[in-house]
């Protein structure tokens, strides 16, 4: 019994998380490690269950590490941990054994979702759709007190005192409730209506409680708490069509009216204002979603129509910026680069009065400018100013100058700095593979292999690390001058994937 226990715990877990929205398909059958007899999980179990279903994101083609995107939501993270820090919501042990990380997805829908372990996932249709960043804070508040609040953990919990039957009832009412209300009905006249109805009351409190937590955490973060309020309209309008409106009682979340009048009810007391508008640098990030997570080329090509005399007056300034923004995007896609270029120069001359802004338009014209294999350009334009010497490097900076300088034929002084950013960061997978890349351009074969071994790594590949690992050794061999240094550090690291991977073997 207590086999058949774990395997529906096992079962239950990744079912929850699936209804959530992006998930591999691999992941439907890919077996969960035991999670014990009732006992709740350790941190470390929580931590080695998250590694997993990363690594499965990682693989899946929606993955998107995309720098400019990752350091605007990143900005924003990193607040809501602050502002967690202060108010006792993040104990140390978390912050010390999670990953807090968030992986972007290239998924139209308006979605994200917590993992165990610290991870989160966010659509790039909800970026998109979002009209501020007090809005996209609302929901990395909320998802982030999901895992502060341990709730996934709670819920394991709670279904190992459940019999065997009736826990498969519950993950069955579960996932029907997430998407079909009518199914979840007939499972209830079915036999099971305690159990399913328990479980997803227990599910309906657990998101009303990371409501109230991340409200405060954003506000205590600095963001304004009608943020919730403003998310909530827009989820409404995503689900009203696919919403039946039956059993609503029988949700895994609450209503979002219902949701929508607590957090009302919040901002009663507070001192009225009109909302913000929309900032120009939230329209420019805004449209770059919608069009990473839309690459095709005919919608590319409809990018072309909000540039239209007549629709592109008719926007909000913030609009205008986010449609020129897109237009140029689109443009270097179809490879139209005077086009792009024309765009560009009308967006940098928008937004010029905007610093924000004005170094979005400057990142933008260096892709422009790496695309049309200008790199010495692209470095001038991401040369740091005064200001910016003083203060630590965004991650999108370096990783375009590590592109430019790899073009420019000044790739040494590029894999010094992301040497340097690597030794605080030595998960980002991206910053290894552009310090490959720049190896590669100064004639060190063994060291590009390497750093490509530690991009599988970083994002928990073990198989293909090891892989990458033996090509170096063996090219270690091979070559007429050894590095004698750098091949001790491959040998030692092919040890240490060795034991993870065995570690990975008896977690199965």
């Keep these: 019994m207590k086999r058949a226990i774990r395997c529906l715990q096992r079962l239950l877990l990744t079912g929850l998380i699936l209804a959530q929205g992006w998930m591999p398909a691999a ?6 490690p035991a999670l014990g007899d009732g006992a709740e999980m350790s941190t470390s179990a929580e931590r080695a269950l998250g590694d997993r279903i990363a690594r499965m994101l990682y693989r899946d083609p929606a993955f998107l590490d995309d720098a400019i995107l990752g350091d605007y939501v990143q900005g924003i993270w990193g607040r809501l941990m602050q502002a967690a820090r202060q108010r006792g919501e993040l104990s140390p042990e978390l912050e010390d ?31 998109a759709v979002v009209s501020s960043e007090d809005e996209l804070a609302s929901v990395l508040a909320h998802e982030l007190s999901h895992v502060t609040q341990r709730h996934i953990v709670r819920m394991i ?13 519950m993950i069955l009412g579960a996932l029907a409730a997430a998407s079909n209300p009518s199914a979840a009905g007939a499972m209830i006249v079915g036999g099971q209506a305690a159990a399913v109805q328990g479980q997803l009351n227990f599910s309906r409190d657990m998101e009303r409680e990371a409501d109230r937590v991340g409200y405060g955490v954003m506000t205590q973060a600095g963001f304004d708490g009608r943020g919730f309020v403003g998310m909530f309209e827009k989820l409404q309008q995503a689900n009203r069509f696919n919403d039946t409106g039956a059993f609503p009682y029988l949700r895994s979340h609450p209503l979002t009216t219902e949701r929508m009048a607590d957090m009302q009810g919040r901002q009663q007391l507070l001192p009225t204002s009109p909302p913000p508008p929309m900032s120009l640098t939230h329209a420019m990030l ?14 590319q090509r409809a990018t072309y129509a909000q540039l239209e005399v007549q629709a592109f007056r008719s926007l909000s300034e913030p609009r ?14 179809l490879r139209d680069f005077e086009l792009a270029r024309r765009w560009q120069a009308l967006l940098a001359a928008r937004v010029a009065d905007d610093p924000p802004a004005a170094y979005q338009a400057r990142l933008l014209a260096a892709e422009l400018a ?114 004698h240094i750098e091949a001790s550090i491959i040998d030692a690291r092919s040890r240490q994937i060795d034991s993870m991977l065995r570690e990975q073997a008896l977690e199965r």
């Design 27 to 32: 992941a439907q059958s890919v077996s969960l």
């Design 97 to 127: 054994r999670f990953a807090w990380e968030v992986l972007l997805g290239r998924d139209r829908s308006v979605n994200a979702f917590a993992l165990p372990g610290g991870y989160m996932g966010v659509h790039l249709g909800l970026i």
């Design 157 to 169: 919990d709670r279904q190992s005192t459940q019999a065997p039957w009736m826990l498969g009832a």
């Design 286 to 299: 805004a449209a770059r979603a919608r069009q990473l997570a839309n690459p095709d080329v005919d919608s």
């Design 320 to 333: 205008q910026v986010g449609a020129l923004y897109a237009g140029v995007m689109a443009a270097q896609s």
């Design 370 to 483: 790496l695309a049309q294999s200008q790199g010495r350009e692209a470095l001038d334009l991401l040369a740091p100013d005064a200001r910016s010497a003083a203060e630590k490097t965004p991650r999108a900076v370096l990783f375009l100058r590590a592109r430019a300088a790899a073009q420019s034929g000044r790739a040494g002084e590029m894999a010094e700095g992301l040497q340097l950013w690597l030794s605080g960061r030595p998960r980002d997978a991206q910053a290894w593979q552009l310090l490959a890349l720049c190896y590669t351009a100064l004639g060190q074969p063994l060291r590009a292999v390497r750093a490509e071994a530690e991009a599988y790594a970083a994002r928990l590949d073990y198989a293909a690390a090891r892989d990458r690992l033996k090509a170096a050794q063996d090219l270690a061999r091979r070559g007429p001058v050894v590095d």
